[in-house]
């Protein structure tokens, strides 16, 4: 079996998407590689390596991942100016179940009211839709898909191991090895800074794994759209997902080295670069966000 076919028999079963008979497939599309070989995948006690890829020019790489600060209106206009530029023909939201992003019709695209109805944008707990509105159109033709990992299913991790909870083709994106120990100080440390504190300190590997969950549902949805229509594929997501070092984009790599990928991360003015190497950083003003810690209220003795 080839690792093409393998991929698309996977990721059919791993994802209640609309699958596409392979021999529908477009004739553009190339054999991702020979057949696969055991060592292709290292063995499961080896720590996850992933390796540095060179940098790739976001028009030239077929699946390209455009990171955000999800509240940064600025953000989302640079993601919009992109996707026109590139015209890929699909995109794939991180915001979006796949039951969602099957209700994305043509009649919907183009009204931001009606379309924000019919995803049930509203009670999604994602920032206003007005910003996110003008990425759909901006490709009119492209194949809308949904990435998002249900909470409940990503808490699934709490009494089950990420390879567990993903499924057949956890092997694929990493998820039954465990991380470098320095990753996965790095990883934990981050998810404490990011929820102020708040979490006690064995919660952090459980929020890595959801994490690791997350990028690589991403990558596999990227993987399956670019596997259905060819590229460019771009992906809307998060910059903590869209880096390039260990997020969605090196998990994609990881399953398919054979299609090239190129992530953006995206900043604000006088605030720094966000966390991660990426292909090419950008930079929009800044959004008042207050204190983003008042809310959280750190248990004593943390």
């Not at 998002?148 to 083709?169: N, T, Y």
């Not at 092997?171 to 991380?179: A, E, K, R, T, V």
Request: hydrophobic share 45%; proline share 10%; net charge negative.
């Amino acid at each position: 079996m080839t690792l093409f076919r393998a991929l698309t028999v996977m990721l059919t079963c791993a994802l209640p998407l609309a699958a596409v008979a392979q021999e529908t497939l477009p004739d553009q599309i190339p054999e991702l590689a020979p057949d696969l070989q055991p060592d292709m995948v290292p063995a499961p006690e080896q720590p996850l390596d992933l390796e540095e890829p060179p940098q790739m020019a976001l028009d030239e790489a077929q699946v390209v991942f455009l990171g955000e600060q999800h509240d940064n209106p600025g953000h989302h206009a640079r993601q919009a100016e992109l996707v026109a530029e590139l015209q890929p023909v699909a995109l794939v939201f991180e915001m979006l179940t796949a039951e969602q992003a099957a209700r994305v019709t043509p009649d919907l695209r183009g009204d931001a009211a009606a379309l924000a109805e019919a995803l049930g944008w509203a009670d999604s707990g994602w920032p206003d839709f007005a910003m996110y509105h003008p990425i759909f159109t901006a490709a009119p033709e492209a194949v809308i898909y949904g990435a998002q990992m249900p909470r409940e299913e990503a808490r699934a991790v709490r009494d089950a191991s990420p390879a567990e909870v993903f499924g057949q083709s956890a092997g694929f994106y990493g998820l039954d090895q465990p991380l470098p120990p320095e990753q996965q100080a790095a990883r934990e440390e981050l998810q404490r800074a990011a929820h102020c504190d708040a979490l006690p300190p064995d919660m952090l590997p459980m929020m890595v794994n959801i994490q690791r969950l997350r990028d690589a549902r991403l990558a596999e949805v990227a993987l399956e759209a670019w596997a259905e229509h060819g590229g460019p594929v771009v992906v809307i997501t998060g910059n903590g997902h869209a880096r390039a070092d260990w997020g969605a984009p090196a998990l994609l790599r990881f399953a398919a080295p054979e299609v090239s990928v190129a992530a953006l991360g995206q900043g604000e003015t006088g605030r720094g670069a966000p966390e991660g190497r990426f292909d090419a950083l950008e930079e929009s003003a800044p959004v008042d966000r207050g204190d983003p810690c008042a809310e959280f209220e750190a248990p004593e003795g943390n």
